[in-house]
């Protein structure tokens, strides 16, 4: 098919997604609200907190709507998308609340409809608006959106593109298996299905290795290759890249020609369907980063996580993308960039972490040549697991963070239960981000690396006054939506 008709049929199928979208939305007004952000990032929990926060009428003093008094009611309803999986949000609450775990992982799109009630600020408004707003939540990993390059790109650029980049840095070592299977192979070969299992099979080893908890790095494309879902095994997902391939066309019936059709197959059935049907329908994004872990882990996470927030801050850019122009009509006229789980650090460090993320924030959108227009930078904590105390040691006042550690998690020779409430000094984060940049970029770990005991903390114990459960803590969670939804319910 020529690129002119796919371009053509894509645009006349968003334009009829966008009449429905728009002819509901005069009768029940309504805001999709994206929540993204690599694997673990966050975003279960961001939605479950938020949700429970304006269910239970928490404490959110800078969400202006709710501070005014203004805003009268807020109800989950049905969601309107049939062949979305609804957020499981009941369960994920039960967990958090009731037995203080953390929710289960949750790794494909999902969606719930909240509707607020509220009294305009303004009587104009009050006059013609209905009084009520839809807020349709949309968790789907951002791994998906490290795909959207891949549309420009051939089945040879992508693989240049992945093995230089799998030779470089801590990679070449977690890629050694893949690369020498890779290498074994010649691609002008007839087609085997199991040879091309067996590279699927490595490449994934591979991006999984470097996914990690001891590495962090950030997984890069084709991004369900960690999370299949029910594609799992299909064509479209079986193929890797092959490194060295020869210029021209690929031979009939050979292996390369196999792995070209795939990789094809992969963007026309997969990623081009996701930004067609979901994210071209997003008015709204935040995105979440576990920045604190890749600054935990030193230079290499930290650049990885900067080219995944470039790669991923890209699909925001509509206009002066052509293969998203395509794809995408609506504008997503919000981004609000979130370094989650501060409540690791004492609140001295919530403001270094703030600077930090937006510094990083700013790089990657200097690489990407796009202007911050529209992007907000916070750093949050959806849940807060911890308190702030002082201790005393040798005369001096420590600033501490006191929770409950999650059995198995470590300081030192230190192993806890996940009963025993403690007091742990997390350290602070560096006071000047451009010596901390200056030694990211030299991959100078020792001084790119502070001096942070970060272990993981069981959720909360929720306080209750007068037999009423409270909502959940969290930190800055009001701010983050006042951004996201305040002028909507102005
Ligand atoms: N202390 C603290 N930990 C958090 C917070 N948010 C997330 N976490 C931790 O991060 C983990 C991942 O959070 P999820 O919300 O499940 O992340 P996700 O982005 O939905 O992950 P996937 O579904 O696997 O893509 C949780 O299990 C918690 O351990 C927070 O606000 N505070
Ligand atoms: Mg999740």
Redesign the pocket.
Known sequence: MPPSLTSLTDEAAIALDNMADRAAHLINPTIRLGVT?????????????LVHNLLHGGRLPLFEPLRSGRMTGAQLQEQPDDAVPRFQYEDHIRALVEERV??????AISELRLTIEYKSASSWNRMFSAGRLSIDIV?Y??EWLLDLPLLGQDYKTFSDNTVKLAASGVRAELAAEWLSLAASIDPDAPADEMTARRLAEAFTTYLRLCKSDERSLSTLPPGRFL?PGDLDGSPALTFAPLPVLPEGRAPKGSLRAMMERRFEAYKSVVVKPFFREHFARLDRQIV?V?ALQAINRGPEAVQDLERALGDVLTCFRAGSNNILTSLVRRRIDRVLVAA?????LHHESHDRLEILTRRLVNRAIRTIGMSGAGIEVMA???????REANVKQDGHDLPVIV?TP?AGERIGDEIFDGNRKTAVFPGDLPRDPEAYFRSVDEGDASAALPDLSIV??R?PQLDERQGITLSVP??RLDRALQFLLGDRLA
């Open positions: 952000g690599l694997s673990r990032a966050g975003k279960t929990v961001f939605i479950s907190s953390w929710p289960d992982s949750t790794r968790d990993p951002g999370m979440l576990d989650t789980k501060a409540d690791h949050l904590a959806s849940v807060r697991a911890t929770g999650m993981r903390f959720p969290h930190i």
